[in-house]
């Protein structure tokens, strides 16, 4: 009886609260970012995998304006874009893309890649990702903390 307790504590413990989701899934929200998203806001990430660390973002008309990741402003401006809704989306599409290739990620074949969201039902951002790529160090996350329209 204690084993299958332990096993029903594990099973509940270790299951992931986020849903697995489709490209169909990731059109709709982004169908929805596309209609009511504001052009102007400030999202705070907290990104998980290779380098974790909090993401301050300030969108002003479609431009980012300022950007911090872990506290320090990229040199770089370029950089600044990736953390915008819309490119968010379009690391999620990217995952999608590289997810059916050969060799997804350039891990060893047959490694599997599961990929799990979950949308602002209102405004259509995604509020948390995880790609997980089984057998394979290459696993990408982070939860939206803060969204503020401005």
């Not at 849903?19 to 990104?47: F, K």
């Not at 599997?112 to 996350?141: C, H, I, S, W």
Request: hydrophobic share 40%; proline share 7%; aromatic share 10%.
């Amino acid at each position: 009886m204690a084993t299958v307790v332990g096993l029903v504590v594990a099973f509940w413990i270790g299951r992931n609260p986020l849903p697995l989701i489709t490209r169909a899934d990731l059109d709709v929200a982004l169908e929805r970012w596309e209609q009511r998203g504001p052009a102007s806001y400030d999202i705070d990430l907290m990104v998980g995998g290779t380098w974790p660390g909090p993401v301050h973002v300030e969108v002003r008309e479609g431009t980012v304006t300022a950007m911090t990741r872990n506290g320090e402003t990229p040199t770089q401006q370029r950089t600044w874009v990736y953390w915008m809704v819309p490119e968010l989306f379009a690391t999620i599409r990217a995952d999608f893309d590289s997810a059916e290739a050969d060799l997804p990620f350039g891990a060893p074949a047959g490694s599997k890649t599961t990929m799990r969201a979950e949308f602002d039902p209102q405004l259509g951002y995604p509020r948390k990702y995880q790609r997980q790529v089984l057998g394979a160090n290459l696993g990408v996350e982070w939860e939206v903390t803060r969204f503020e329209v401005r």
